[in-house]
């Protein structure tokens, strides 16, 4: 399952978009601004492949010198429960540690906490809403 930094602008970023529109987004009745998308020109965009087909994303972006947040994580929906989440999350741990990163922040969804949990990530702090939804704050020194 080939992991790989996707560059913005590209095919394979047009791809990330519609699977984290798919994945993430629609369910919700939302989209992403033109704003937001441009914005991920500074981020480490990642995405797992099987040949064309784009089935994981996530993106990494700078908080700090030290720290970095973790967004947009989506698994295909037919491809969720196999594995692939927690692959990919390695996967990206290791990209922020290369990038100088010693931290990992996210926002999590309530639904996904038991699944980072199983990577190490501890909550902080008290349930908040985001995107409509309860999240909670959740972080992980890498090294
Ligand atoms: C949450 C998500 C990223 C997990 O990826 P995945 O590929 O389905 O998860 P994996 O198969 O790698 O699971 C790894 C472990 O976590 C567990 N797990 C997976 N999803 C879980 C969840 N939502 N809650 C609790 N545990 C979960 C698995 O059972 C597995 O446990 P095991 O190691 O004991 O077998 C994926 O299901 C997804 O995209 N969900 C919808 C979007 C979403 O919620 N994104 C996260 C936003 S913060």
């Not at 913005?8 to 529109?21: A, I």
């Not at 196999?82 to 540690?97: D, K, S, T, Y």
């Not at 931290?103 to 999590?108: D, F």
């Amino acid at each position: 399952m080939p992991l790989k930094i996707i560059d913005h602008g590209s095919r394979d970023y047009d791809k990330m978009v519609n699977l984290r529109l798919e994945v993430l987004r629609k369910p919700l009745g939302l989209s992403f601004t033109p704003e937001e998308l441009e914005k991920e020109k500074q981020d480490i965009l990642i995405g797992a492949f099987e040949e064309e087909d784009l089935l994981a994303c996530c993106i990494l972006s700078h908080v700090s010198k030290e720290t970095c947040k973790l967004r947009q994580m989506a698994v295909s929906l037919k491809m969720q429960r196999n594995g692939l989440g927690a692959a990919m999350m390695l996967f990206a741990e290791r990209v922020a540690r290369d990038a100088g990163f010693s931290t990992i922040v996210m926002n999590a969804r309530k639904t996904a906490v038991g699944f980072y949990e199983k990577l190490g990530y501890k909550t902080d702090g008290e349930e908040f809403v985001e995107v409509t939804l309860p999240h909670y704050l959740m972080q992980k020194r890498i090294f």
